[in-house]
């Protein structure tokens, strides 16, 4: 059923995305691009000493895109780098893997249903790639590709 | 489903003697299910369905006929080279093309252009040269034509658009001038769907004593093209939009200029004779089909172009307008709703996006319907960049879709707003 994909959370999240605006005390940022949809989107972190202490994204895409960034910019703040690196695995791991959801996923797990729609896996990741770069520091775009 | 369809179709006065129904049954692919709801298949654009008669040749070939062609003196050999040969007269009638010496076989429209760029592009154009395209074209038609100005120092003009969709032709006009060597345009954008008065730039560029090579991809399954009334030096299309395979399609030339040409590829079959000292090359058409060739595609090709001919090409193109206007108005009743490119003539391309619904949500849900549209940037960013929309949603029909299925396509995007919104 469609309403597995589009689950009430991402729904919500979609239309009234959080931390939606720059950060200009932000001492990390990174851009992602999908360049199979056009979607362009800006991360900004605040890291201080190893915890991320604030995060925010720009840019508009899809439901599932925007949805994906508003909850993982909601679930980093607090977290430390480290905390933040496996996250990352473990929501790749939702998507593409039949293994039980990891319970520090939270909120995220709303995303199983894109495991079962094997192009639209790169709109729930193009947030968490750009993560990934924001973190090691790259100033490259990154792409989904 | 063809009760509606035929009693809408009579309301809608689409034209007598095309019974959709009856040629919907020529499809095998349009009898499945979808997520349990009937296959409505709206992506023509990206690629045709295939009758029933292009698979059963393609069946034949491997069955009955298989053999490499223009080698063996066996008969398998004989009869594989007769009908891939066979082809090429089909399509040199069916362009209206001089001489069969004129159809080069190629992988598909892409690779005709890349033909015309390294072979004549890198023979005849030098720095300071120009060429124009437009700005609808698909990737393919620009792409290869950086890789030449890279190549050669040689600069790129683009024919601007209007908000509709057509090309400006006074800026054309403006654009050509002694360093123009070539204006390459799409007949049919596919993106759009404009359809671009070809004969009018093609006479244009000639009087400004350039060549023009026209990308046929989008106007060869939908509309007559004749080459030699168009006048065109370079048309290229590819077979799998037209209801053939996929991995074969056309380059048509002029006889004097791909005479003149150095030859694109080297292999068999594309040479006369080979010594270590000297080669010499292969007459027309073969100094351009290096290496056995796709041959199963191309004998589906000339299945594909017999079965179009027999539908009668002006039919298919009087059938898809009526139902492109009664789509045209039933996309438009949709509150939130944009059509893009509303080009004065059009084939049967509907581009749209929808107020605050991505189109990647929008083809997802609508497969969840059984419909197949197209969603992203069509291989033309920058015509999407021209209308400052990362992507759109578009459905390009074909003579087998039918109103009930666009009468869907609406239903469809009804369900979209349902689930996104507020």
């Given at each position: 059923m469609i309403d597995d994909l589009y689950q009430e959370t991402i729904l919500d999240h979609s239309k009234?995305?959080?931390?939606h605006h720059s950060l200009t005390d932000a001492n990390r940022k990174a851009e992602g691009y999908n360049?199979?949809?056009g979607d362009k989107l800006k991360l900004y972190l605040k890291i201080d000493g190893d915890i991320v202490k604030d995060a925010s994204f720009e840019g508009a895409g899809c439901a599932i895109s925007t949805a994906s960034a508003s909850l993982m910019t909601e679930s980093l703040k607090g977290k430390t780098r480290e905390e933040a690196m496996r996250l990352i695995d473990k929501f790749h791991d939702l998507l593409t893997t039949d293994t039980p959801a990891s319970r520090d996923l939270g909120k995220l797990?709303?995303?199983?249903?894109?495991?079962?729609?094997p192009a639209r896996v790169k709109c729930a990741t193009l947030a968490w790639h750009t993560l990934k770069s924001a973190l090691s520091g790259s100033s490259e775009t990154v792409t989904t590709e | 489903m063809s009760t509606l369809s035929s009693e809408v179709g009579q309301a809608l006065g689409l034209?007598?003697?095309?019974d959709v129904e009856r040629i919907r049954q020529?499809?095998?692919?349009?009898?499945q299910t979808i997520h349990g709801k009937p296959l409505v298949y709206l992506d023509n654009a990206a690629t045709a369905q295939k009758p029933r008669a292009v698979i059963d040749a393609i069946v034949k070939f491997y069955e009955v006929d298989c053999a490499n062609i223009?080698?063996?003196?066996h008969e398998l050999s004989q009869r594989s080279t007769a009908a891939y040969e066979e082809t090429r007269s089909k399509v040199r009638r069916f362009l209206n093309a001089?001489?069969?010496?004129e159809i080069i076989f190629v992988r598909g429209t892409t690779e005709g252009i890349n033909l015309v760029t390294q072979t004549w592009g890198r023979a005849n154009v030098k720095s300071g040269d120009e060429i124009i395209i437009a700005g609808l074209e698909h990737h393919s038609n620009i792409v290869p034509w950086q890789i030449l100005c890279e190549q050669t120092g040689a600069r790129l003009r683009i024919i601007p658009i209007d908000d509709r969709g057509d090309l400006l032709l006074d800026e054309y006009e403006r654009l050509?001038?002694?360093?123009?060597?070539m204006v390459a345009i799409g007949h049919?954008?596919?993106?759009?769907g404009t359809v671009n008065p070809v004969r009018r730039i093609v006479r244009m560029a000639h009087d400004a004593g350039a060549l023009a090579l026209i990308d046929g991809a989008q106007a060869v399954p939908h509309m007559q093209v004749d080459v030699t009334a168009l006048d065109a030096d370079f048309y290229a299309f590819s077979g799998h939009k037209l209801f053939g395979p996929t991995g074969i399609g056309v380059l048509y030339g002029k006889a004097e200029l791909l005479d003149a040409m150095p030859p694109y590829q080297g292999g068999g079959?594309?040479?006369r004779t080979v010594t270590f000292e000297k080669t010499t090359y292969n007459d027309?058409?073969?100094?351009?089909e290096a290496g056995t060739p796709h041959i199963a595609g191309g004998i589906g090709l000339g299945a594909a172009v017999d079965y179009v001919t027999r539908l009668g090409i002006d039919k298919i193109a009087a059938y898809e307008h009526e139902l492109l206007l009664y789509a045209t108005e039933a996309l438009e009743r949709i509150p939130g709703l944009r059509i893009v490119g509303t080009a004065r003539e059009k084939a049967a391309v509907l581009s749209f996006v929808m107020q605050g619904i991505h189109p990647h949500d929008i083809g997802t849900v609508l497969d969840h319907q059984g419909i197949a549209v197209r969603t992203g940037h069509h291989c033309a960013q920058p015509v999407m960049d021209r209308y400052h929309i990362p992507a759109t949603t578009r459905a390009s029909l074909a003579f087998y879709n039918t109103p009930a299925e666009i009468d869907a396509l609406v239903a469809g995007l009804y369900k979209v707003k349902e689930v996104f919104d507020e």
């Open positions: 009234r995305p959080r931390n360049p199979l949809c797990v709303v995303f199983c249903g894109v495991r079962d729609y | 034209p007598r003697g095309f020529d499809f095998p692919v349009l009898k223009h080698r063996g003196v001089r001489s069969n010496h050509l001038g002694p360093r123009t060597r049919v954008s596919n993106a759009l079959d594309m040479i027309l058409p073969y100094k351009f």
